[in-house]
């Protein structure tokens, strides 16, 4: 019973303080950490699968951008659909819902996406998993910046009611609870069973297509769902926010953290974030006791270094693969 | 080094990821015109058709290059190291191949091959931006997959396959169609990984689950 409230309850408790002090924040620094949420989120889901299974998957953010352009278009008004989107689907063009039912759809489509996209390629393991994965991402960008019946392709989606700090941490802590949940259920047992010793885990009986796909669909809704978030936190997005850009750092902030761990997901991405916002404050002068002004550039230069040294120091992450425990352990 | 291949293959994105920051901090988001050697994009004239000097380059150096590693892969005692890494990387360490430097050794090979590559490519499109060696990179790692990356030969077919595919498909779909190109592309790779995880190019016994 302790552990589960320190591996769980300390990952949430750090959600529901990153919303608090959002709260008492400027305005702009607030949006940073709504995106810090959202990040959250994703590396959560993509969490889920990778972290689980050992198997590496660029295509989680595709997940996210049929989450995030599903639940965009349902809630912006049909009027102005019919003015910005006429060749929309028809389903699509006269639906009109609240921003939590959409949030809801959106886990929905993500999963069922990572359901379809898992039938045929669960089989894979290794390299040709991530190339296939990367495959799907490289279509489903492709689509979206090209076929008016999904979406405004390359234009701006906007008009998309937003909504506040919140739903942002609550939908983080969702996905962070659903994911703990699953990795001490008996499935996600059976998933990382495959992933220390495929060749023992088929032996005990195991089948690990059915495990992986298991694992991918839950994590693709979660992915969903965190697409949704994304897309009412900003109120406006485009094709170009759900491609390798997104990939690579989500990817980055797991393995930063620690790849084995759902403390290490949650780690990573708000260490990550915190530095990228704090970076890009300093190039426009912050007050630290003293007045901090960096050079425009660098930021990216800093998080590319860091994250590069920790990936190739410390390859199994800040938390080393292990949940959050007090008793340090080597 | 030690790192499983995911967290290897998110540190060189990560190198990459830091290598275009200091681009975007030396010069800037813009695209720069390349001049160097571009008198190589002259063209000589055969029984009518016009070659640029460049194509001709590039097809010897490729070729030079492909023969030299091979030879380096095949015939040398380090070829031998990198082969044996390759196929077995536990039984190569038991066995004396000194496993770092294998590795550190074919990163140099492959970096300076690419160094070799980047010249000829901006050559022949004389115009770079901070992320043109990403695109490159993502094309390259499609084609070797595909084709078959544990030998010289499988990959370097692949990558001849991923373009040829290419360039059969940019011909077949009609021009409305051509924006969803990459699509195409992409569902054949897909497609090929399924019925051939190993490599579209790979001896067909090659990628099964082995415990010893």
Sequence with gaps: MRRIVLELGVPVALI?????????ISQAQQLEFETALVMVAIVVALYVFVGNSGVISFGHVSFVAVGAYLAGIVTVDPQTKHFTMPSLFPVLLHAHISTVPSLALAAAIGGLYALLVGLPLMRLSGLPAGIATFAVLGITY???YYWQKVGPTAQTLSDIPEVGRWTVAVGAAIATVVAYAYQRSRFGRLLRATR?????????????????LLGFTLSGALAGLAGGLYVHQLGLITPDLFYLDLTFVTLAMLVFGGVASLWGAVLGALAISALNSFLGDAENTVHIGFNLTLPNGTRLVTIGAVMALV???????????REFGLRWRR | MGASPATMLVATFAVSFLLQAIYLLAFDSRGRAVSTLGQLNAAFTVDGVNIRWILLVTTVTGIVLLLATALLLNRTSIGLHVRAAT????????LGVRANRVIALSFV????????????YTVSNPFVEPDTGVQITIFALIGVVVGGLERLTTATLGGFAVGFVYGMFGDLLSSGQSVYLPSVVYGAVIVVLLLRPAGLFAPLRAGQVERV
């Design chain 2, 87 to 94: 196929q077995d990387f536990r039984t190569a360490r038991i």
């Design chain 1, 142 to 144: 492709n689509v979206l």
């Design chain 1, 311 to 321: 990936l190739i120091l410390r390859p199994s992450g800040l938390t080393g693969g």
């Design chain 2, 109 to 120: 090979v492959a970096g300076a091959l690419a160094a070799a590559v980047s010249v000829l």
């Design chain 1, 196 to 212: 220390e010793d495929p060749a023992a885990a088929r032996a005990s009986g195991i089948s690990i297509y059915r495990q992986r």
């Design chain 1, 16 to 24: 529901v303080l990153t919303a608090v002090v959002a709260g008492g």
